[in-house]
């Protein structure tokens, strides 16, 4: 099992830039796949990105293809999420999310693992 635990939310104007992270647990980080999902108030958890074990491979959702880059390092046990040029539907509880199926089958079905999420607000 793994423990995930993000940062890096906040009040961010439209247009600007914000960098998650999230910080996992044990020692066998680089087994799983990782990802983010996010919530927006009244809606479902929607999936944002993920990454392979390897780096490789990632897949992004359509709403944030170009302006949200998924990372991670290894050695530390950290996935990012760095997010450019935001806009106001992209406020949400975003969640650090991993799985130890394969890349190719987490957007359908999905992440086992979840963190307590960030807050992360753009303005209109």
């Known amino acids: 099992q793994v423990q995930l635990v993000e940062s890096g939310g906040g009040l961010v104007q439209a247009g600007g830039s914000v960098r998650l992270s999230c910080a996992a647990s044990?020692?066998?980080?680089?087994?799983?796949?990782m990802g983010w999902t996010r919530q927006a108030p009244g809606k479902e958890r929607d999936f944002v990105a993920a990454?392979?074990?390897?780096?490789?491979?990632?897949y992004y959702a359509d709403s944030v293809k170009g302006r949200f880059t998924i990372s991670r390092d290894n050695a530390k046990n950290t996935v990012y999420l760095q997010m450019n040029s935001l806009k106001p539907e992209d406020t949400a509880v975003y969640y650090c999310?991993?799985?130890?199926?394969?890349?190719?089958?987490?957007?359908?079905?999905?992440?086992?693992?979840w963190g307590q999420g960030t807050q992360v607000t753009v303005p209109s």
């Open positions: 999310a991993a799985t130890q199926r394969s890349i190719y089958s987490v957007r359908l079905q999905g992440f086992d693992y």
């Open positions: 044990g020692r066998t980080f680089r087994n799983y796949v």
């Open positions: 990454i392979s074990w390897s780096g490789v491979t990632t």
